[in-house]
Each structure stands twice: as structure tokens, then as C-alpha cells.
């Protein structure tokens, strides 16, 4: 069966017509490739099972322009099997069986077949079905591309039989990279002479918010439309700028201004200021921010200064940050959003945080400090013998649930780190506390 290629771009320039820039500069080997280097690195997994040509079943997990789509054609390129490219938006079950078929005659002959599958996820519950047994008898190796988390999107039969290979979006320097060799290889504008400064390559790698595609493409607008003078195309920050706005030229995400807004964020959250911090989160993403680093300091924020004043902000913040993963941007601004507010609003109180420093102080200095042979677990003959477990009070056994039993070392005795707040929830604790050492008051020995 003939499936459209997505290689089909591959095919001499004289037959293939206009391509853009990100196409021609397509890696034809692993050496080419950007990123991904803890997968394709000399002597790494994923390397190895290329260079070896003994492909597993396997799926391409990550954002756009990573180079998931790139490492399919290598492995095409590279793999004496049969290569099948299948399309997840216009192949239907007949489609899948037919090239099942074909696949079960390859292997009666002797012959492996792969099948390449971008976009899997656009692929229904039957449509993957489909695939299931000729995956386990292996007659076929399967190789998905997929931007969707692969546990929400993939059946679990069929994903237990892949491996999942996870690609990440591209640092500014390897984008930077790409744009110096388009720059100077002959696929690219090497045959051409142009004038572009590296802190304009940064400026595009910035905007391109790890695609290499969106990059490469923009590298190439920004040369198609730079000003010719004595033969030499200059690409000035003027051009730059009218092709992708203003956002990516005022916000450098590793720069100043990257840790002034997210301070900004985070003072304006704790400071209950929720307008403040919504303007800051706005700043941040519109400027070409990762999502999944606010999405961070959103949850240390959560502890941090929140606490147990509403234990129910860690839990939005995490939610908040699970759902950046599986929609990226811009759909997850507004997750982001909604976390940002919560937080600002939420009552707040550091009183964890600084009962966690407090303890750290401590057990810095205290390293050696044995457990209480109580509270140690005497799972053989010889630790019981020794005293492991010795007069251990279960509380769950006791009428209040508390014991008089000792449980910290010796030396910190009567030593207390957290001290709530009057703040939220911790009203609630600071009332437990006192219910607590007025029982051990009552109880514990004198």
C-alpha cells in the first residue's frame, strides 16, 4: 500500500519545487541532529538502536519542532526493513489491515517491517486496537510521533508495548546552532552571503520558544526580507522586529529581566496582590516564557507561602502545572491563571517552611544522633535482641490516639519547629497543637 510520505520533501530540488528553509536543513545524520543528546548521543540508547538498525517498537513523545518527525526519516534512511509512513489524519481502519497484511507477508518472507505513525494520538481507541496483535506477534514495528502524553492518549495495551522516548523542546543555544548552519550550509544560504548578528539569532531562538521549525522558518523570513547592499543580505533588528513582534524582543528568559519578573510574580502573589501577579504571569508567558517554569515556582510557592494556612493551594498549583504539560501554550495560560489567583488570595502563612529550615539546622548538627531503639524497626532475631522495637507504643491502639513514647533523639527533647500562624487552616492546627501537649502534659511522666 502507498502512504503519502513525510519525507516527500526529501526528493531532489529540481522535482520537489520551492522548500522552506526548515525542510532543506532536515538532519541526514545523527551527527546533524540538535538536541535530544541524552537519547542520541554516541554510545546512548537511542543511538545505538539506530546505528544498529534493531529499532523497537517505540514512541516519539514532545513538543513541536523537536526533531520527532526527523528521527523517523533517519531511521528510515539508516534501517534495511521496510519503511511504511501511515497517516493518523486520513488512514482508516481498511488502511491500517491492508498494511497489517503486507506487513504479515514481509515476515513469512523473512523481512521486518516498521510502520511510522505521526501524530498518533489522532488515532481512536479501535483505530490503535488495530495495530495491538501484530505489535505483540511482531509483525510489525510500530514507531509513533505524538505532542500528547502518551498515558492520556494511548491505549495501555498498546502503550505497555512501546517504549517511550521523551524529546525536549530545544535550548536557546542548540536553536542558535541550527540558525548558524542554515546560515553557512549550501541546503541553507550558504551560497548566499549574509549579515546576521548572533544577538539577533538569540532574539529568534528566544521567539521560537524551543521549535526549531518556528526558528529556522523565521531565520529564513527574516533573510527574505533583509536589505541587499553591495551583494550582502543584512538582517537588522528593525526586520526582526516586524516579523515577530515585540514580546520576544523585550523579554529575555535568561537575562535580568527573567528573574526581576518572576520575583515581581512572586512578591505580588505574596503580598495578596492578585491583580499585580496576574499582570507579572502575563508579562512572563506573552513574553515567551516556558510555561512549566512558572508552573514551578507556582508549586514552591504553594508551601513556601501558603503552608497549611490552605493545604488546598499545593493541590491547585500541581493540578495547574499537569495540566501546562498536556496543553502547552497558550491553552494553558489560563490553568496558569487560575493557580496564580487561588494563590494570591489564599491565606498565607510560611510557618512550614520555616519548622523545614529550622529541622535542617538541626539535623545538619546532629548527623550522628541515633534513632530511639523504640522507634526502630527490629525486622530480625538478632535486632530484636538488641533492643529494636523494645516498649514500642502503637498509637492507632491507643483510646486518643497519643502515646507517651519518645520519638526524637535524645538531645532535641522538648524541641518544637513549627509554630502556625493565626492565618486560614492553621487556626485549626495551632488549636490541635495545644490539644496535644496539653495531653502530654497530663500523661507523660514527671
Known sequence: MEQG??????????NAGYQPLAARM??????????????????????????????????FWGPPGVGKTTLAQLIANKTQAQFVNFSAVTSGIKEIRQVMQEAEMNRAGGHKTIVFVDEIHRFNKAQQDAFLPYVERGSIILIGATTENPSFEINSALLSRLRVFVLHAL??????????????DPRGFGDFKV?????LLHKIALYANGDARTALNTLEMAVTNGNVKDGVTVVSAADLKQIMGKRALLYDKNGEEHYNMISALHKSMRNSDVDAALY?????LEGGEDPLYVARRLVQFASEDVGLADSRAL???VAAFQASQFLGMPECSVNLAHATAYLALAPKSSAVYDAYTAAKADAEHTLAEPVPLQIRNGVTKLMKEEGYGKDYQYAQDAPDKLTTMQTMPDNLVGKHYYHPSNQGSEVRWAQRLAQIAEWHRQHDPK
Open 5 to 14: 510520505s513525510l519525507f516527500d520533501d526529501e526528493k531532489p530540488a529540481e
Open 26 to 59: 532536515r538532519p541526514q545524520t545523527l551527527a546533524d541532529f540538535a538536541g535530544q543528546q541524552n537519547l542520541i548521543a554516541p554510545g546512548r540508547v537511542l543511538y545505538n538502536l539506530i546505528e544498529r538498525d534493531q529499532i523497537t517498537s517505540m514512541i
Open 171 to 184: 535550548s536557546e543555544d542548540e536553536l542558535v546552532w541550527l540558525q548558524k548552519r542554515a546560515l553557512t
Open 195 to 199: 549579515q546576521a548578528e548572533d544577538d
Open 280 to 284: 507579572w504571569l502575563s508579562r512572563m
Open 315 to 317: 493541590e491547585i498549583a
